[in-house]
């Protein structure tokens, strides 16, 4: 199975968000960009005039992750600014199919979030709409935070589900990644892998990603 690595910059040097993708650039295959909105998060990110100029100067494409209220209205406007993923919360959305097919007619790959309470059976039959779900490893809105093993019985579930419905979807985890936790996440089903602080709390960042791979991939 191909595993992908987009490590978060949500605990890189924000103020140089240019410069922490570039040091990323030769070992990962995206970027993922933390959206949060202060309400469905109690933390207070970057916005799309941020997402605009990133993806126009990042040499990876940008894996938009947006823990925010009434995505169904600000989603879209992500995958205008150049975001080639773009990820809402099943707990924030309205229309989830009408959002996808929206995402998709942009240009961009829709992918759902799932926290770590959130059943993935109601979703079951849609997954086809879908390009990717992500599954919370942590309860979104930190980077740091330990990985919650108690999601791996629903990861293994997801991509049964996935495996049954014939569709290509990706399958991602985000919190809590590092490389004493990857190989769990890999041998559950995950082929998409978020990695924050285990990147960018390394002093060599790209080794840390081409470390994850490694320990992925055994
Ligand atoms: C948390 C974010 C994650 C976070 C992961 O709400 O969605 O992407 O940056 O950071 P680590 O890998 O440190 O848990
Ligand atoms: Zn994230």
């Given at each position: 199975m191909t595993i992908r690595i987009s490590p978060s910059?949500?605990?890189?040097d924000l103020s140089d968000l240019r410069g922490e993708v570039a040091r990323i650039a030769d070992a990962a295959d995206w970027v993922h960009v933390d959206v949060m909105?202060?309400?469905?998060?109690?933390n207070l990110t970057l916005g799309l005039p941020v997402v605009e100029r990133l993806a126009a100067a990042s040499a990876l494409p940008l894996d938009c992750h947006l823990m925010v209220e009434d995505p169904d209205r600000w989603a879209p406007g992500y995958a205008e600014a150049g975001a080639r993923s773009v990820t809402f919360h099943a707990e924030a959305v309205g229309a989830p199919v009408r959002l996808a097919r929206e995402l998709r007619r942009l240009g961009a790959r829709a992918g759902l979030a799932l926290n770590p309470?959130?059943?993935v059976e109601p979703y079951a039959d849609l997954?086809?709409?879908?390009?990717m779900v992500l599954l919370m490893t942590?309860?979104?809105?930190?980077?740091g935070q330990p990985f919650l093993d108690g999601v791996l019985p629903k990861l293994r579930r997801t991509r049964a589900l996935v495996e049954a419905s014939g569709a290509d979807v990706w399958l991602q985890v985000d919190g809590g990644v590092r490389a004493s936790t990857i190989e769990r996440c890999v041998e559950a089903g995950a082929d998409m892998i978020v990695a924050g602080s285990a990147v960018y709390g390394a002093d060599d960042p790209a080794e840390a990603v081409r470390a994850l791979r490694r320990a992925a991939e055994q």
């Open positions: 910059v949500l605990n890189a909105d202060g309400h469905f998060v109690p309470a959130t059943p997954l086809p709409e879908f390009d942590v309860e979104p809105g930190f980077g």
